[in-house]
Protein backbone atom coordinates (compact mmCIF):
# COMPACT_ATOMS: atom_id res chain seq x y z
CA UNK A 1 0.00 0.00 0.00
CA UNK A 2 1.34 3.40 -0.64
CA UNK A 3 1.71 5.44 2.21
CA UNK A 4 0.61 9.10 1.40
CA UNK A 5 1.53 10.34 4.47
CA UNK A 6 4.95 10.02 3.69
CA UNK A 7 4.62 11.06 0.09
CA UNK A 8 3.08 14.32 1.85
CA UNK A 9 5.75 14.50 3.59
CA UNK A 10 8.04 15.42 0.82
CA UNK A 11 6.48 18.48 -0.51
CA UNK A 12 6.89 22.04 1.05
CA UNK A 13 3.05 23.46 1.25
CA UNK A 14 3.06 26.76 3.08
CA UNK A 15 1.07 26.18 6.15
CA UNK A 16 -2.46 27.06 6.07
CA UNK A 17 -2.98 26.28 2.80
CA UNK A 18 -5.14 23.85 1.19
CA UNK A 19 -4.09 23.44 -1.91
CA UNK A 20 -6.57 21.79 -5.12
CA UNK A 21 -4.49 23.33 -7.73
CA UNK A 22 -2.27 20.64 -8.55
CA UNK A 23 -4.14 19.91 -11.85
CA UNK A 24 -2.76 23.32 -13.13
CA UNK A 25 0.36 23.79 -11.42
CA UNK A 26 2.02 21.30 -8.86
CA UNK A 27 3.51 22.25 -5.60
CA UNK A 28 7.26 22.43 -4.52
CA UNK A 29 8.62 18.62 -4.05
CA UNK A 30 11.19 19.55 -1.18
CA UNK A 31 13.86 17.57 -2.62
CA UNK A 32 13.56 20.05 -5.78
CA UNK A 33 14.49 22.98 -4.68
CA UNK A 34 17.74 21.38 -3.42
CA UNK A 35 18.25 19.72 -6.33
CA UNK A 36 17.80 22.85 -8.31
CA UNK A 37 20.37 24.99 -5.71
CA UNK A 38 22.84 21.95 -6.53
CA UNK A 39 22.62 21.85 -10.45
CA UNK A 40 23.21 25.87 -10.33
CA UNK A 41 25.49 25.76 -8.09
CA UNK A 42 27.51 22.72 -8.18
CA UNK A 43 26.87 21.94 -12.22
CA UNK A 44 26.32 25.34 -14.22
CA UNK A 45 28.70 27.17 -11.35
CA UNK A 46 31.65 25.11 -11.19
CA UNK A 47 31.14 22.61 -14.29
CA UNK A 48 30.17 25.33 -16.85
CA UNK A 49 29.83 23.49 -20.17
CA UNK A 50 31.67 20.71 -19.56
CA UNK A 51 27.83 19.83 -17.52
CA UNK A 52 26.52 18.98 -20.95
CA UNK A 53 28.81 15.50 -20.61
CA UNK A 54 29.78 15.71 -16.92
CA UNK A 55 26.62 16.50 -15.27
CA UNK A 56 24.48 14.65 -17.99
CA UNK A 57 22.91 17.57 -19.23
CA UNK A 58 22.62 15.96 -22.49
CA UNK A 59 21.11 12.29 -21.66
CA UNK A 60 18.05 14.40 -19.25
CA UNK A 61 15.51 14.39 -21.90
CA UNK A 62 15.74 10.60 -22.55
CA UNK A 63 16.39 9.39 -19.06
CA UNK A 64 13.65 11.65 -17.84
CA UNK A 65 11.87 10.30 -20.49
CA UNK A 66 12.05 7.18 -19.36
CA UNK A 67 10.79 7.47 -16.12
CA UNK A 68 7.52 9.41 -17.39
CA UNK A 69 7.27 6.05 -19.94
CA UNK A 70 6.91 3.61 -16.34
CA UNK A 71 4.04 6.19 -15.38
CA UNK A 72 2.67 6.33 -18.33
CA UNK A 73 2.25 2.42 -19.25
CA UNK A 74 4.79 3.06 -22.38
CA UNK A 75 7.33 1.29 -23.22
CA UNK A 76 11.05 1.97 -22.70
CA UNK A 77 13.23 4.71 -24.86
CA UNK A 78 9.54 6.04 -26.39
CA UNK A 79 9.58 9.28 -24.64
CA UNK A 80 11.44 11.90 -24.53
CA UNK A 81 11.15 15.48 -22.76
CA UNK A 82 11.66 19.33 -24.03
CA UNK A 83 9.74 22.31 -25.41
CA UNK A 84 6.44 23.34 -23.75
CA UNK A 85 3.14 20.93 -24.87
CA UNK A 86 1.86 23.11 -27.30
CA UNK A 87 4.74 22.80 -29.47
CA UNK A 88 4.89 19.39 -28.49
CA UNK A 89 1.33 18.82 -30.23
CA UNK A 90 2.27 20.52 -33.10
CA UNK A 91 5.02 18.31 -33.69
CA UNK A 92 3.29 15.05 -33.35
CA UNK A 93 0.23 16.47 -35.44
CA UNK A 94 2.55 16.93 -38.22
CA UNK A 95 4.43 13.65 -38.22
CA UNK A 96 1.08 11.63 -37.70
CA UNK A 97 -0.54 13.88 -40.74
CA UNK A 98 2.66 12.96 -43.01
CA UNK A 99 2.36 9.38 -41.88
CA UNK A 100 -1.27 9.26 -43.57
CA UNK A 101 -1.23 11.43 -46.42
CA UNK A 102 -4.48 10.50 -48.69
CA UNK A 103 -6.17 12.08 -45.84
CA UNK A 104 -6.94 15.73 -44.83
CA UNK A 105 -9.01 15.83 -41.61
CA UNK A 106 -7.94 16.26 -37.66
CA UNK A 107 -11.00 15.21 -35.91
CA UNK A 108 -11.13 16.92 -32.60
CA UNK A 109 -13.79 17.91 -29.71
CA UNK A 110 -15.02 20.89 -28.00
CA UNK A 111 -13.76 20.16 -24.81
CA UNK A 112 -10.16 20.27 -26.13
CA UNK A 113 -7.72 22.39 -25.14
CA UNK A 114 -8.01 25.47 -26.60
CA UNK A 115 -3.81 25.59 -27.16
CA UNK A 116 -4.09 21.99 -29.10
CA UNK A 117 -7.09 23.48 -31.39
CA UNK A 118 -4.98 26.76 -32.20
CA UNK A 119 -2.31 24.97 -32.87
CA UNK A 120 -3.99 22.74 -35.00
CA UNK A 121 -5.52 25.28 -37.24
CA UNK A 122 -2.01 27.04 -37.65
CA UNK A 123 -0.70 23.60 -38.91
CA UNK A 124 -3.55 23.13 -41.06
CA UNK A 125 -2.86 26.91 -42.32
CA UNK A 126 1.08 26.23 -43.22
CA UNK A 127 0.49 23.22 -44.83
CA UNK A 128 -2.83 24.23 -47.07
CA UNK A 129 -3.74 21.62 -49.32
CA UNK A 130 -7.05 20.98 -48.14
CA UNK A 131 -6.44 20.17 -44.68
CA UNK A 132 -8.95 21.12 -42.08
CA UNK A 133 -9.73 20.85 -37.87
CA UNK A 134 -12.83 19.32 -37.56
CA UNK A 135 -14.48 19.91 -34.15
CA UNK A 136 -17.19 18.32 -32.46
CA UNK A 137 -18.79 17.78 -29.14
CA UNK A 138 -16.48 15.18 -26.86
CA UNK A 139 -19.73 13.00 -26.90
CA UNK A 140 -19.82 12.43 -30.83
CA UNK A 141 -16.33 11.72 -31.41
CA UNK A 142 -16.24 8.04 -31.77
CA UNK A 143 -19.19 8.23 -34.22
CA UNK A 144 -17.59 11.06 -36.54
CA UNK A 145 -14.60 8.95 -36.80
CA UNK A 146 -14.86 7.96 -40.39
CA UNK A 147 -12.49 7.57 -42.79
CA UNK A 148 -11.84 11.05 -44.23
CA UNK A 149 -10.00 11.01 -40.43
CA UNK A 150 -6.29 11.44 -41.11
CA UNK A 151 -5.74 12.21 -37.28
CA UNK A 152 -7.64 12.20 -33.89
CA UNK A 153 -6.51 14.72 -31.96
CA UNK A 154 -7.69 14.60 -28.42
CA UNK A 155 -7.13 15.28 -24.75
CA UNK A 156 -8.25 12.57 -22.62
CA UNK A 157 -9.52 14.47 -19.80
CA UNK A 158 -11.52 17.77 -20.30
CA UNK A 159 -9.35 20.87 -18.84
CA UNK A 160 -13.07 22.37 -17.65
CA UNK A 161 -15.09 19.35 -16.83
CA UNK A 162 -12.81 16.56 -15.80
CA UNK A 163 -14.59 14.09 -17.99
CA UNK A 164 -12.32 11.33 -19.28
CA UNK A 165 -12.66 9.96 -22.73
CA UNK A 166 -12.08 5.80 -23.31
CA UNK A 167 -8.59 5.64 -24.86
CA UNK A 168 -8.17 2.17 -25.59
CA UNK A 169 -11.99 2.97 -27.60
CA UNK A 170 -11.25 5.94 -29.30
CA UNK A 171 -7.95 4.47 -30.77
CA UNK A 172 -9.40 1.01 -31.29
CA UNK A 173 -12.44 2.53 -33.75
CA UNK A 174 -9.59 5.19 -35.19
CA UNK A 175 -7.42 2.42 -36.15
CA UNK A 176 -10.22 0.19 -37.70
CA UNK A 177 -11.28 3.44 -40.09
CA UNK A 178 -7.33 4.22 -40.93
CA UNK A 179 -6.82 6.92 -38.74
CA UNK A 180 -3.62 7.82 -36.31
CA UNK A 181 -4.16 9.23 -32.56
CA UNK A 182 -2.29 11.89 -30.52
CA UNK A 183 -3.42 12.12 -27.29
CA UNK A 184 -2.82 14.92 -24.76
CA UNK A 185 -2.32 13.50 -21.52
CA UNK A 186 -2.10 16.94 -19.69
CA UNK A 187 -4.77 16.32 -17.47
CA UNK A 188 -4.13 12.03 -16.93
CA UNK A 189 -0.23 11.99 -16.35
CA UNK A 190 0.29 11.90 -12.66
CA UNK A 191 -3.26 11.70 -12.14
CA UNK A 192 -4.28 7.71 -12.43
CA UNK A 193 -2.50 4.96 -14.28
CA UNK A 194 -2.46 5.09 -18.09
CA UNK A 195 -2.07 2.11 -20.55
CA UNK A 196 -0.64 4.25 -23.43
CA UNK A 197 1.10 1.19 -25.32
CA UNK A 198 -1.28 -1.83 -24.55
CA UNK A 199 -4.40 0.99 -25.80
CA UNK A 200 -2.46 1.48 -28.79
CA UNK A 201 -1.89 5.31 -28.80
CA UNK A 202 0.03 6.15 -31.95
CA UNK A 203 1.64 9.66 -30.54
CA UNK A 204 0.94 10.80 -27.13
CA UNK A 205 1.98 14.02 -25.42
CA UNK A 206 1.38 15.63 -22.01
CA UNK A 207 3.11 18.53 -19.61
CA UNK A 208 4.97 17.97 -16.47
CA UNK A 209 4.27 20.78 -14.24
CA UNK A 210 0.81 19.62 -13.13
CA UNK A 211 0.03 16.49 -11.21
CA UNK A 212 4.43 15.50 -12.33
CA UNK A 213 5.11 18.77 -10.17
CA UNK A 214 8.21 19.84 -12.14
CA UNK A 215 7.66 23.77 -11.37
CA UNK A 216 6.17 26.68 -13.32
CA UNK A 217 7.13 26.77 -17.04
CA UNK A 218 8.33 22.62 -16.90
CA UNK A 219 9.04 21.04 -20.07
CA UNK A 220 6.56 18.48 -22.11
CA UNK A 221 7.14 14.90 -22.81
CA UNK A 222 6.24 13.21 -26.25
CA UNK A 223 5.19 9.04 -27.05
CA UNK A 224 5.55 7.42 -30.22
CA UNK A 225 5.05 4.23 -30.77
CA UNK A 226 7.83 2.06 -31.07
CA UNK A 227 6.37 1.12 -34.52
CA UNK A 228 6.27 4.45 -35.86
CA UNK A 229 9.71 5.91 -34.37
CA UNK A 230 11.99 5.52 -36.95
CA UNK A 231 9.00 6.46 -39.67
CA UNK A 232 7.76 9.71 -37.87
CA UNK A 233 9.25 12.75 -39.31
CA UNK A 234 9.61 15.27 -37.30
CA UNK A 235 8.07 19.35 -38.73
CA UNK A 236 10.11 20.99 -36.51
CA UNK A 237 13.31 19.47 -37.16
CA UNK A 238 15.64 21.05 -35.02
CA UNK A 239 19.81 20.51 -34.02
CA UNK A 240 18.84 17.73 -31.40
CA UNK A 241 16.82 15.43 -33.05
CA UNK A 242 19.78 15.07 -35.85
CA UNK A 243 21.31 12.09 -35.96
CA UNK A 244 24.52 13.78 -35.46
CA UNK A 245 24.07 16.98 -33.73
CA UNK A 246 27.66 17.98 -33.38
CA UNK A 247 28.87 16.99 -36.74
CA UNK A 248 27.19 20.51 -38.18
CA UNK A 249 25.92 18.71 -41.35
CA UNK A 250 24.20 21.67 -43.33
CA UNK A 251 20.59 19.10 -43.84
CA UNK A 252 18.72 16.99 -41.78
CA UNK A 253 18.55 13.72 -41.39
CA UNK A 254 16.70 12.43 -38.71
CA UNK A 255 18.06 10.98 -35.31
CA UNK A 256 16.85 7.23 -33.74
CA UNK A 257 13.58 6.86 -32.63
CA UNK A 258 12.06 8.97 -30.23
CA UNK A 259 15.19 11.05 -30.20
CA UNK A 260 14.18 12.75 -33.67
CA UNK A 261 11.47 14.22 -31.66
CA UNK A 262 14.17 16.23 -29.88
CA UNK A 263 14.26 20.18 -30.78
CA UNK A 264 16.75 22.48 -28.98
CA UNK A 265 18.82 22.92 -26.26
CA UNK A 266 16.38 21.11 -22.96
CA UNK A 267 15.67 23.28 -20.08
CA UNK A 268 18.54 21.91 -17.79
CA UNK A 269 17.26 23.20 -14.41
CA UNK A 270 13.79 22.71 -15.09
CA UNK A 271 14.46 19.19 -16.31
CA UNK A 272 16.35 18.96 -13.01
CA UNK A 273 13.48 19.90 -10.82
CA UNK A 274 11.58 17.71 -12.31
CA UNK A 275 14.31 14.72 -11.69
CA UNK A 276 13.72 15.21 -8.01
CA UNK A 277 10.20 15.96 -8.30
CA UNK A 278 9.69 11.97 -9.91
CA UNK A 279 11.33 10.72 -6.91
CA UNK A 280 8.51 11.01 -5.60
CA UNK A 281 6.61 8.85 -7.76
CA UNK A 282 8.98 5.88 -6.70
CA UNK A 283 7.33 4.83 -3.68
CA UNK A 284 3.85 5.55 -5.29
CA UNK A 285 1.60 2.46 -6.68
CA UNK A 286 -0.60 4.16 -9.37
CA UNK A 287 -3.62 2.05 -8.34
CA UNK A 288 -3.15 3.01 -5.06
CA UNK A 289 -3.50 6.56 -6.63
CA UNK A 290 -6.57 6.13 -8.26
CA UNK A 291 -8.05 4.91 -6.05
CA UNK A 292 -7.77 7.41 -3.30
CA UNK A 293 -8.09 10.25 -5.92
CA UNK A 294 -11.67 8.53 -6.79
CA UNK A 295 -12.46 8.69 -2.55
CA UNK A 296 -11.53 11.91 -2.31
CA UNK A 297 -13.53 13.48 -5.52
CA UNK A 298 -16.48 11.98 -4.34
CA UNK A 299 -16.17 12.89 -0.81
CA UNK A 300 -15.57 16.62 -2.43
CA UNK A 301 -19.18 16.08 -4.41
CA UNK A 302 -21.17 14.62 -1.42
CA UNK A 303 -19.49 17.68 0.84
CA UNK A 304 -20.36 20.28 -1.93
CA UNK A 305 -23.66 18.54 -3.01
CA UNK A 306 -25.26 18.77 0.64
CA UNK A 307 -24.00 22.18 1.42
CA UNK A 308 -24.02 23.89 -1.68
CA UNK A 309 -27.20 23.30 -3.22
CA UNK A 310 -26.63 26.24 -6.07
CA UNK A 311 -23.44 24.81 -7.11
CA UNK A 312 -23.80 22.31 -9.74
CA UNK A 313 -21.86 19.73 -10.38
CA UNK A 314 -20.05 19.55 -14.07
CA UNK A 315 -17.71 16.11 -13.54
CA UNK A 316 -19.53 12.81 -14.41
CA UNK A 317 -20.06 10.53 -11.49
CA UNK A 318 -19.15 7.78 -13.59
CA UNK A 319 -15.69 6.94 -11.87
CA UNK A 320 -14.51 5.58 -15.25
CA UNK A 321 -15.38 8.67 -17.09
CA UNK A 322 -13.67 11.44 -14.28
CA UNK A 323 -10.13 12.63 -14.21
CA UNK A 324 -8.48 13.60 -10.85
CA UNK A 325 -10.51 16.85 -10.73
CA UNK A 326 -13.73 18.18 -9.46
CA UNK A 327 -15.98 21.01 -11.48
CA UNK A 328 -18.89 23.06 -10.53
CA UNK A 329 -21.14 25.69 -12.03
CA UNK A 330 -22.22 29.05 -10.70
CA UNK A 331 -22.56 31.98 -12.68
CA UNK A 332 -20.52 33.95 -10.01
CA UNK A 333 -17.97 30.93 -10.20
CA UNK A 334 -14.99 33.07 -10.50
CA UNK A 335 -15.93 35.69 -7.58
CA UNK A 336 -16.62 33.04 -5.73
CA UNK A 337 -12.91 30.98 -6.07
CA UNK A 338 -11.65 34.55 -4.89
CA UNK A 339 -13.55 34.32 -1.70
CA UNK A 340 -11.90 30.98 -1.21
CA UNK A 341 -8.38 31.43 -2.51
CA UNK A 342 -8.54 34.55 0.33
CA UNK A 343 -9.71 31.77 2.51
CA UNK A 344 -6.74 29.74 2.05
CA UNK A 345 -8.25 27.51 -0.40
CA UNK A 346 -6.76 27.37 -3.99
CA UNK A 347 -8.39 26.05 -6.53
CA UNK A 348 -9.24 28.04 -10.18
CA UNK A 349 -11.27 29.46 -12.51
CA UNK A 350 -12.19 28.50 -15.92
CA UNK A 351 -14.49 30.57 -18.05
CA UNK A 352 -17.25 30.56 -18.59
CA UNK A 353 -19.07 29.59 -14.98
CA UNK A 354 -16.75 26.65 -13.97
CA UNK A 355 -14.60 26.34 -10.57
CA UNK A 356 -12.57 23.49 -10.67
CA UNK A 357 -10.79 21.55 -8.09
CA UNK A 358 -7.59 18.75 -8.32
CA UNK A 359 -7.32 16.34 -5.54
CA UNK A 360 -4.38 14.80 -5.78
CA UNK A 361 -3.58 11.69 -2.90
CA UNK A 362 0.06 12.58 -2.57
CA UNK A 363 -0.44 15.44 -0.75
CA UNK A 364 -4.22 15.97 -0.08
CA UNK A 365 -6.46 13.91 2.41
CA UNK A 366 -9.99 13.47 3.58
CA UNK A 367 -9.11 16.06 6.10
CA UNK A 368 -8.31 19.26 3.62
CA UNK A 369 -11.44 18.27 1.93
CA UNK A 370 -13.67 18.21 4.62
CA UNK A 371 -12.31 21.64 5.40
CA UNK A 372 -12.54 23.32 2.14
CA UNK A 373 -15.95 21.70 1.98
CA UNK A 374 -16.79 23.68 5.06
CA UNK A 375 -14.98 26.77 3.78
CA UNK A 376 -16.71 26.88 0.52
CA UNK A 377 -20.42 26.53 2.57
CA UNK A 378 -19.65 29.41 4.59
CA UNK A 379 -18.65 31.63 1.96
CA UNK A 380 -22.10 30.27 -0.12
CA UNK A 381 -24.01 30.89 2.68
CA UNK A 382 -23.13 34.29 3.77
CA UNK A 383 -22.74 35.58 -0.13
CA UNK A 384 -18.87 36.64 1.21
CA UNK A 385 -18.07 36.66 -2.51
CA UNK A 386 -19.85 39.52 -3.43
CA UNK A 387 -17.31 41.99 -2.22
CA UNK A 388 -15.87 43.93 -4.88
CA UNK A 389 -12.62 43.28 -5.34
CA UNK A 390 -13.26 39.53 -5.94
CA UNK A 391 -14.79 40.64 -8.98
CA UNK A 392 -11.33 41.94 -10.25
CA UNK A 393 -9.93 39.30 -12.68
CA UNK A 394 -6.34 38.87 -12.89
CA UNK A 395 -4.08 38.31 -16.21
CA UNK A 396 -4.45 34.67 -15.18
CA UNK A 397 -7.28 32.82 -13.96
C1 LIG B 1 -4.75 19.85 -22.21
C2 LIG B 1 -3.70 20.90 -22.41
N1 LIG B 1 -3.05 20.97 -23.58
C3 LIG B 1 -2.11 21.92 -23.82
C4 LIG B 1 -1.79 22.86 -22.86
C5 LIG B 1 -0.77 23.91 -23.17
O1 LIG B 1 0.42 23.64 -22.52
P1 LIG B 1 1.70 24.60 -22.65
O2 LIG B 1 1.34 25.91 -22.06
O3 LIG B 1 2.75 23.88 -21.84
O4 LIG B 1 2.08 24.69 -24.07
C6 LIG B 1 -2.43 22.81 -21.61
C7 LIG B 1 -2.11 23.79 -20.56
O5 LIG B 1 -2.63 23.81 -19.49
C8 LIG B 1 -3.42 21.82 -21.39
O6 LIG B 1 -4.09 21.75 -20.23
Same mark, same amino acid.
Given at each position: ?42 ? &? ?6 ? &?? $? ?25 ? @? ?21 ? !? ?24 NGYELKCVDPEQVAGAIDAS ?17 ? @????? @? !? ?8 ? &? ?25 ? $? ?7 ? +? ?5 ? +? ?11 ? &? ?12 ? !? ?67 ? !? ?7 HPQGYAIMQALIARGVIGDF ?48
Amino acid at each position: MTDFAATRAMFDLPAGVIYLDGNSLGPLPRAAAARVAQAVSDE &WGKLLITG &WN $KAGWMDQPSRIGDRIARLIGAEPGTVV @MGDTLSIKVYQALASALEMNPAR !RVILSDTGNFPSDLYMAEGLCRTLGNGYELKCVDPEQVAGAIDASVAVLLITEVDYRTGRRHD @MADLT @M !RAHAAGALTV &WDLAHSAGAFPLTVAQDGADFAVGCSY $KYLNSGPGG +PAFIYVA +PRHADVARPALSG &WLGHAAPFAFDTSY !RPGAGIERMRVGTPPVLQLAALEAALDVWDAVDLNDLRTASLALSDRLIAGVESACPTLTLATPRDHAQ !RGSQVSFRHPQGYAIMQALIARGVIGDFRAPDILRFGLTPLYIGAQEIDAAVAILAEVMSRDLWQTPEYQVRGRVT
